[in-house]
């Protein structure tokens, strides 16, 4: 039978473990690299038994595909290539930012003028209405004219034309999204077949995303996390109606996901919309364990404090274990599979469900019993 560690004078001491394991983290997370998903680039994941010398693989690669400035690295079941943004297709979809930007100007400008045009219709006297339509009137053609700039510009950097001239906002914007479409289209498949001249692969997965949606999706993304620790705090607050079990769950919280984005560095695993996508599922396991440690010390009655968070590490530590196994298969699947995504997603889980037993187990438990402790011994 194993000795119940909490029973222990010392056992306040296990929390040096994951606080090291969070010192030694803070000091590789900012060497954490981002993928395409993140930072823009293209990442092509090919499916192949050729073995080529990494180094000569990507000589290749950068001389087939002019500023490539590619980065390789094994993958799943084959290898991992990924390049910088075609320069084209990212000036191109700053124009075509811009275009929506100036279409939405351009239909509030109409929807204002049309509003206007009917009101004089009633009051053909009121020169308050009259210079407001001249306004919007006004507006109407200067964002026409924005229009066939921004596309012009857009046109030209993709290589189809110098000059374009029309009055026509709905064809323009439509030619627009059509012309870089297509020309997103037409650089995946000159990358696939200039990989293909150099090493052959049964399959392939190609991502592309633009540096500007790369940026938009990290700040969504972190706002995501933000989000989720104010409302989980808030929400164990309600519960336990005291700082102290709440503090500690959202620390046991905050150490898991720190202390894999740490081992995420280490490791070589980018952090991506997949990997985030880990990190959230993280966070539920973690608050799991957490509050069935708090619940059972403080809310329950039977036996000594002491013997409760023994029973709970047993009963926490299963539930982890069940977890483990479970992100272990998708793992060893994903990986024989060639499923970069749940590859991503698995390992990352995986690392975190391993701290989550340390943080849980070593940290927030000793500290929710020494409360616990600290509150029965008072007179």
Not at 30 to 49: A, H, W
Not at 68 to 96: F, R
Request: aromatic residues 8%.
């Amino acid at each position: 039978m194993l000795p119940n560690i909490y029973e222990s004078k010392h056992y306040k001491l296990l929390i040096i473990v994951p606080i090291a394991l969070l010192l030694i983290s803070l000091y590789f997370i900012p060497k954490i690299q981002l993928d395409t998903s993140l930072r823009g680039g293209i990442n092509v994941q090919i499916q192949t038994n050729s073995s080529m010398d990494i180094r000569q693989l990507t000589q290749s690669v950068d001389t087939a595909i002019p500023g490539a400035e590619a980065s390789i690295s094994t993958s799943p079941g084959g290898l991992s290539i990924t390049m910088a943004t075609n320069a084209s297709l990212a000036s191109a979809e700053t124009h075509l930012l811009s275009i929506y930007d100036e279409y939405g100007n351009y239909t509030s400008a109409v929807a204002g003028l049309t509003l206007y045009q009917n009101r004089l219709t009633l009051q053909p006297a009121n020169s308050t209405l009259q210079l407001l339509a001249n306004n919007a009137t006004a507006q109407k053609q200067k964002s026409i004219s924005a229009l066939n700039a921004s596309l012009t510009a857009e046109l030209r950097v993709l290589g189809m034309t110098s000059k374009y001239n029309s009055t026509d906002a709905v064809r323009m914007l439509a030619l627009a999204k059509s012309a870089y479409t297509n020309a997103s289209a037409s650089y995946e498949s000159k990358v696939v077949a200039a990989l293909k001249g150099i090493i052959p692969f049964s399959s392939y997965s190609y991502d592309s995303v633009t540096p500007t949606l790369g940026t938009f999706f990290l700040s969504q993304m972190e706002n995501i996390i933000i989000w989720s620790f104010i409302l989980l705090a808030i929400s164990v607050f309600v519960i336990f109606r005291n700082p102290i079990p709440s503090i500690t769950v959202v620390f046991g919280a905050a150490n898991d996901i720190l202390v894999a984005l740490g081992a995420m560095a280490v490791f070589g695993i980018p952090l991506g919309v997949a990997s985030i996508g880990g990190i959230l599922m993280l966070l539920g396991y973690s608050i799991d364990t957490d509050l069935l440690a708090a619940v059972k010390i403080l809310k329950r009655t039977e036996g000594t404090s002491t013997e409760r968070a023994f029973s709970t590490l047993k009963t926490g530590v299963t539930m982890t274990m069940s977890a483990i196994l479970s992100f272990s298969i998708l793992f060893i699947v994903s990986y024989l599979t060639f499923i970069p995504t749940y590859f991503e997603i698995s390992g990352v889980v995986l690392i975190g469900l391993l701290v989550d037993v340390v943080t849980t187990w070593m940290c927030d438990t000793p500290l929710v019993l020494w409360y616990k402790q600290k509150k029965e011994a008072r007179p």
